[in-house]
């Protein structure tokens, strides 16, 4: 898609440039950079400085040119260097889009290349899709006028909107809550945030982008992306596909031409024109929106299923052993699944969770267990399930009882 966009009209030429640090261009060659290349409106030089001046609470890999922090960025001289952070970028970008249109996003469970580089984050753990994300909305904030940011930043919001849908309902090898990924061979690294708390931050660089894409892009350039993604979305339809791709990028498109139109400031002739292009793009997002439905009705069971299966080599290992707790957790499982043949329990926590009343007085302490059963229909699957122990005073607890069910399932295909 980058190289399609690479000759398009330029839509907005600023003359205001910003002028990098020394520290940058000592350390980077592109910051010194005043050629506007291809697909972009404003100097290397420019998005550099401007790299150096985004939030640090949101854009967190800084400075830029250090280290590997560059491979959250586009920040390489030469566009077409191999093995550069454009390259490694996009290679990222379609790796999740295949996920994506496979597996519904799954692929989010994977862990990032590169895990050094940030001051104070030395040896941590990224996921995968966190640099195209990082880089995407970097990249339209230091450059909102252009084609080749605006592509960048379509491919964040589409990592966003999968790994949202996905990441966290998945349950891969870490907790949406805590900072380390664990894996069935033992090992645990630690992640330089939670999933919970990256997805958040990539949602308010996202609602930061869109301010700065409704104020400063020119309408034509919304316009431009929007035919484009329209077009491409026809072409696919003759050929009897769909991508989810096509529903997310033309959806964000659609929205930002209607947030702009709205605070058109033209003569009145060219606020119509704005309204009206906008109207018409709205009008036939709905459709694209509605195959997106019927792609998931048609395909989502098939997909789900998919997606679900692990084999007995993949399954997770215990947080801790307890005959006593085991067999209690059993007992219940048992009555609760009087259809199925409960085979084993694995116990997820190996510390205490507790439910407080509204004085904070703890009320219950409980532990989440995979429950590994063999179905009526002969299926083996694993789901997660919450036993708890009612506070009894003075630091003591009763006996076990169910609590609650998880919404995951997976499917044990080799269960022997």
Same mark, same amino acid.
């Given at each position: 898609m980058c190289a399609l966009l690479a000759a398009v009209p330029v839509f907005a030429q600023q003359t205001d440039v910003l002028k990098p640090s020394a520290a940058a261009v000592a350390a980077d060659p592109g910051a010194s950079d005043q050629t506007v290349r291809d697909g972009y409106s404003k100097p290397t030089s420019h998005i550099r400085a401007m790299y150096e001046q985004l939030d640090p609470s949101l854009f967190i890999y800084k400075p830029y040119y250090l280290g590997d922090n560059r491979?959250?960025?586009?920040?390489e001289a030469d566009p077409t260097a191999n093995n550069s952070p454009k390259e490694f970028n996009d290679q990222c970008y379609k790796w999740f889009m295949y996920k994506a249109q496979d597996e519904y996003g799954v692929g989010w469970t994977r862990v990032g290349t590169f895990i050094g580089g940030t001051p104070g984050h030395n040896g941590q753990y990224v996921l995968y899709g966190e640099h195209a994300m990082h880089a995407g909305f970097a990249e339209v904030i230091a450059d909102p006028g252009s084609s080749n940011p605006f592509n960048h930043f379509l491919h964040a919001c589409t990592i966003l909107d999968i790994s949202s849908e996905s990441a966290v309902s998945y349950g891969g090898p870490y907790n949406a809550t805590e900072k380390v990924i664990r894996y069935n061979d033992g090992k645990v690294y630690d992640m330089i945030e939670t999933v919970s708390d990256q997805l958040?931050?990539?949602?308010r660089m996202k609602a930061l982008a869109e301010s700065v894409i409704v104020k400063e892009s020119p309408f034509d350039l919304l316009v431009f992306m929007a035919d484009w993604i329209w077009s491409r979305y026809q072409d696919r339809q003759k050929e009897g596909k769909f991508f989810y791709i096509d529903a997310v990028e033309y959806m964000e498109t659609c929205a930002l031409m209607a947030a702009h139109s709205a605070l058109?400031?033209? *003569?009145? +002739? $060219? %606020? $119509?024109?704005? %309204?009206a292009l906008a109207k018409k793009h709205m009008s036939q997002n709905e459709e694209i929106q509605a195959k997106k439905m019927e792609f998931y009705i048609s395909n989502g069971a098939a /997909? +789900? *299923? +998919?997606? !679900? %299966?692990? !084999?007995? /080599? %993949?399954?997770?290992k215990a947080a801790m052993r307890d005959a006593n707790m085991e067999s209690a957790m059993m007992k219940i499982a048992k009555q609760l699944l009087p259809g199925s043949d409960v085979k084993q329990i694995i116990i997820k926590d190996a510390g205490w969770n507790y439910d407080k009343n509204a004085l904070g007085q703890v009320v219950d302490r409980y532990k989440n267990a995979w429950v590994v059963r063999t179905t009526a229909e002969g299926k083996t699957v694993m789901s997660t399930y919450s036993f708890k122990q009612d506070a009894t005073g003075g630091g003591s607890f009763g006996s076990w009882q169910y609590r609650g069910t998880g919404t995951d399932a997976l499917t044990i295909v080799d269960w022997k």
């Open positions: 491979y959250f960025y586009y920040v958040a931050r990539n949602r058109s400031s033209g *003569d009145a +002739k $060219e %606020q $119509e024109r704005c %309204q /997909a +789900k *299923d +998919k997606a !679900t %299966q692990i !084999t007995m /080599a %993949q399954m997770p």
